[in-house]
Each structure stands twice: as structure tokens, then as C-alpha cells.
């Protein structure tokens, strides 16, 4: 098969939604809303939302009488976030910045944030806002992975990236990466005056149907996207073969599956 395998129909966003949620960030919904426990009738706001995995769940869990708010910067993600259904509460879609959010203090009961801490420019002053907007009580829930080590099949693609696109898409690739550490984490949480804080590290799968299909829906549903595409057919064909090279042997007929690991952390205002 040729470049065109690269044609992926669908923004970055949609692609995002159809491939990546279900193979890498869905499975990891239910497990954070198990940290805030929403219970019915509260208030819930999920930051940095995505197309709101998160807030979809929270939805269904605080019923017709909560209310649930996804806020996030990127107007992609928001408007297929809001154009999927929900049931439950009613969810509102915000976009703001998690360092400047525009709601009254004490405006939630529950803060969920799933793998959005460890791209916050500023890190303290976001959680400092998610502190602010909760009310005396309520839970922060949030997600971020573990090192890139402890994720086999991206640290392949990480390391194919820097050869055949070039080093700034590996470090991209390694982004997601970047808070791995138990008491960096925490040491954050508590700086924002959060008590109660527990960060568990829990172990995950990342799945698609082949490697190839990790490698088309990674680089047309997130961030990697432009570089990938500006580097041309030779390089994105030595891009695919390293990294099917390196995971052939975690392909087996029900597709590729490999290991990830992820800190959940909780805390109470």
C-alpha cells in the first residue's frame, strides 16, 4: 500500500474521537470518575475535555439533576464534543483556558482533568483555578501518564519520529509523558491547598487493530499531524516500517496490544 494510506477522512479532532479515543483515552474514563465519584444531582466540570470522554460519563452518573460543564481550549474538539449524545445531565461546552476559568469561586463539587495537567503552561496556577472552583468538600480527580518507559509502543514511535520526521515530532510524541513522576504530582496537588491527596499508579493497554492503524490515527488526530504531513511520501514509509518493525512482535491476530501506565490522583478542597 502506497502514501495514500495516510488519506484519513475527518478533522484532526473527529479522527482523534473515532481512533484514538477508543483505543487509548476511553478505557481510562470510567477509572477517573471512580477517583471523583460524582454522585446525583451534583455539579461536575471536566477541564481540559477533549471531545468529553469524561464529561459524557459524568453526565450519566449525576443524572438529570446535576450539571456537568467540558472546558477546553481547542474549538475542534469542542464542536465534535458537542454534537455527540449524552444522557443524564445537561453538559455544557466552554472554551476557556484552564489557567483563567470563567466560573465563580465554588461553582463545583467535582474537578476531573484526565491527561490535561502536563500540557498547562502553567501547571500550579490551573490547579490553583480547579481549587477555586470547587466547593468546600469537593473532589479533584485527575489523570496523567506514567514516563514514556513504561508505555513500550509509544516510545518505538517516539524514537521513529526523531529519525524520519525529525526531533521536535518525537518530542511531541513524548509530551504526554512529561509529569510522570508519584511526588512531583503530588507536591502540584497540594500546592493548590488540596488535602487528602492519593496518587495511584495503575496499569492499562493501549489497542488497534495493527500497528500501521496506531501509527495513520496518531499522526491524523493529534498534534503530529502537520509535521508528519509536511515531511513527505519517502519519510512517512521509513516512518511506518521502523515502527512496525519494533512492535510486530506485540501484533497478534486480534490486532496490536501494549502496556501503559497511568498516576490517578484524588484530592479534597
Given at each position: 500500500?502506497?502514501?495514500?494510506?495516510?488519506?484519513?477522512?475527518?478533522?484532526?479532532?473527529?479522527?482523534?474521537?473515532?481512533?484514538?479515543?477508543p483505543a487509548i483515552f476511553g478505557p481510562w474514563a470510567?477509572?477517573?470518575?471512580?477517583?471523583?465519584?460524582?454522585?446525583?444531582?451534583?455539579?461536575?466540570?471536566?477541564?481540559?475535555?477533549?471531545?468529553?470522554?469524561?464529561?459524557?460519563?459524568?453526565?450519566?452518573?449525576?443524572?438529570?439533576?446535576?450539571?456537568?460543564?467540558?472546558?477546553?481550549?481547542?474549538?475542534?474538539?469542542?464542536?465534535?464534543?458537542?454534537?455527540?449524545?449524552?444522557?443524564?445531565?445537561?453538559?455544557?461546552?466552554?472554551?476557556?483556558?484552564?489557567?483563567?476559568?470563567?466560573?465563580?469561586?465554588?461553582?463545583?463539587?467535582?474537578?476531573?482533568?484526565?491527561?490535561?495537567?502536563?500540557?498547562?503552561?502553567?501547571?500550579?496556577?490551573?490547579?490553583?483555578?480547579m481549587a477555586r472552583v470547587l466547593a468546600p468538600g469537593?473532589?479533584?480527580?485527575?489523570?496523567?501518564?506514567?514516563?514514556?518507559?513504561?508505555?513500550?509502543?509509544?516510545?518505538?514511535?517516539?524514537?521513529?519520529?526523531?529519525?524520519?520526521?525529525?526531533?521536535?515530532?518525537?518530542?511531541?510524541?513524548?509530551?504526554?509523558?512529561?509529569?510522570?513522576?508519584?511526588?512531583?504530582?503530588?507536591?502540584?496537588?497540594?500546592?493548590?491547598?488540596?488535602?487528602?491527596?492519593?496518587?495511584?499508579?495503575?496499569?492499562?493497554?493501549?489497542?488497534?487493530?495493527?500497528?500501521?492503524?496506531?501509527?495513520?490515527?496518531?499522526?491524523?488526530?493529534?498534534?503530529?499531524?502537520?509535521?508528519?504531513?509536511?515531511?513527505?511520501?519517502?519519510?512517512?514509509?521509513?516512518?511506518?516500517?521502523?515502527?512496525?518493525?519494533?512492535?510486530?512482535?506485540?501484533?497478534?491476530?486480534?490486532?496490536?496490544?501494549?502496556?501503559?501506565e497511568a498516576l490517578l490522583v484524588g484530592g479534597r478542597?
Amino acid at each position: 500500500m502506497g502514501d495514500e494510506q495516510w488519506q484519513v477522512t475527518g478533522s484532526a479532532a473527529e479522527v482523534y474521537e473515532r481512533e484514538l479515543v477508543p483505543a487509548i483515552f476511553g478505557p481510562w474514563a470510567p477509572r477517573v470518575a471512580a477517583v471523583a465519584a460524582p454522585v446525583a444531582g451534583e455539579r461536575v466540570l471536566d477541564a481540559a475535555c477533549g471531545t468529553g470522554v469524561v464529561a459524557r460519563l459524568a453526565a450519566e452518573q449525576v443524572g438529570p439533576d446535576g450539571r456537568v460543564v467540558g472546558l477546553d481550549l481547542n474549538p475542534g474538539m469542542l464542536a465534535v464534543a458537542s454534537g455527540l449524545p449524552v444522557t443524564g445531565a445537561p453538559v455544557g461546552w466552554v472554551r476557556a483556558s484552564a489557567v483563567r476559568m470563567p466560573f465563580p469561586d465554588r461553582s463545583f463539587e467535582v474537578v476531573c482533568c484526565q491527561l490535561g495537567l502536563q500540557y498547562f503552561p502553567d501547571r500550579p496556577a490551573a490547579l490553583a483555578e480547579m481549587a477555586r472552583v470547587l466547593a468546600p468538600g469537593g473532589r479533584l480527580a485527575a489523570m496523567v501518564w506514567r514516563s514514556i518507559d513504561h508505555s513500550p509502543g509509544f516510545a518505538a514511535l517516539a524514537e521513529a519520529l526523531d529519525r524520519h520526521i525529525g526531533p521536535e515530532a518525537g518530542a511531541t510524541m513524548r509530551a504526554p509523558f512529561a509529569l510522570g513522576d508519584d511526588a512531583a504530582l503530588r507536591d502540584l496537588i497540594e500546592g493548590a491547598g488540596l488535602r487528602d491527596v492519593r496518587v495511584d499508579r495503575e496499569a492499562g493497554a493501549v489497542r488497534f487493530g495493527s500497528v500501521r492503524e496506531l501509527v495513520i490515527a496518531q499522526g491524523a488526530g493529534s498534534p503530529l499531524a502537520g509535521p508528519i504531513r509536511a515531511a513527505g511520501p519517502a519519510a512517512r514509509a521509513g516512518l511506518l516500517a521502523e515502527v512496525e518493525a519494533a512492535l510486530g512482535s506485540r501484533q497478534g491476530p486480534s490486532g496490536l496490544s501494549f502496556p501503559i501506565e497511568a498516576l490517578l490522583v484524588g484530592g479534597r478542597r
